[in-house]
C-alpha cells in the first residue's frame, strides 16, 4: 500500500490507494497575470507560460495523460513495494524535506504533482541513507528554493539519492557581499563516499526576470563564480542518464565579471559518468571566462558517452578551455 510519511508531520498514519492520479490543472481556470489582463511577451518569456499553463503542465492535460501518469506512478509504487522499500508521497516541499531526511523510514518518495504546482523546499535536503525520489516522464515534477540556499541537496557519506523524471531548479549560491555570488554545487554536492544518479533529469536555471536584467545593467560588474554550477563532486560518485541542463535568458547576459570553473558540473574528485546528457541554452548575449566550459574535471575518472552542447546567442564572448583533466577522462 502507498502511504504518507504520517510519522513526521504528525498526522495519524492512513492508507491511501496504490493508483495515485496527480490534479492536472486547465488552461481555462488560470488566472492572467495581475496588470495584464491577456498574456503578454514579457510574461511568455519570464514564465514560459501560455494562459498560466506551462508547456509540462499542456502535456500532461492531454487526453489520457493523466490516466498514463496515474499508470506510472501507480507501477513505481508496486515495483518499489516489491523490493521492500516503504513508499511515500510529500504533500509539499517541507514535507518533502523531512521524507529525504535520515530519520525518515521513507524509502520511495513518489512526487504526484505536475509542473504548475512545484515543490518548495525551504532547507538545504541532505542525503545520508538510500532515497528514491520519482516524479513521471509526461509532466516533470517540480522541485524548487526558497530564500538564498547554498544548494537543494547535499550528499554526505553513506548517502545514495536517485532522481527519476523530476526537473530540479539550482538554488542561489552563497552571496559573501553585495557584488558578489558564489555557486558551488546549486543542485547537488557529492561529498566522498555519497552516490547521485539522475535519469532523466532536467537541471534547471532559475528563469530570468526583467527586473533581474535591470539590476545587472546597473551593475553589469557585479561578481559571479560557478564551481560546478548544478553538480559539484568532491570525491563521490554521479551518473547521469538522458538528462538535460537548460539555460533560459531572454534578456541576454550583462554581467562582464564572470568566471566559471565546470559551468554545470564540476568533478575534483572521484567518478562521473554521463550518457546522453544535453546542455541547452538560449541568450540573446553574454560573456564568461569558463574553465571546462559546462564540465570540468580535475580529477577521478569521468566518462561521457554521447550527448553534446547545444546553444542559441547572437552575440557571445567566451574565453577558457573546453575541458580540464588531471585524472582520466574518455
Known sequence: ???TNAGTTGAAPKS??????PAVPTASKAAPAEGTGDLTFQNFLETGTVGGVGLGAALGALPGASTVNGAFNGLASNLANLAGLRVCSPVDGPDLERMVAGSSTCGVILLTKGSMVPYFTENTMVVSTRKIIVGHPIDLPQIRTVGKLERVFDVVSGGSL???????FKAYGRAPSEDLRIVAGGVALVRLGGFFRGTAV???EPTQTFK?????LERPYQRRRKYGGHVLVLGGSFFCYGCQIIRWNPYGGILLNVFQLGRDFLVVAGTSVMTGVYHLAFTPFGSAVSVGNA????????????GGTEGVAILKGQFGRSCVGEGDEG
Open 212 to 216: 533581474a536584467f535591470q539590476g545587472a
Open 162 to 168: 536517485d532522481i527519476r523524471f523530476v526537473s530540479v
Open 295 to 306: 564540465i570540468a574535471v580535475l580529477g577521478g575518472v569521468s566518462v561521457r558517452i554521447g
Open 202 to 204: 532536467i537541471f534547471r
Open 16 to 21: 491511501v490507494g496504490t493508483t495515485v492520479t
Open 1 to 3: 500500500m502507498l502511504s
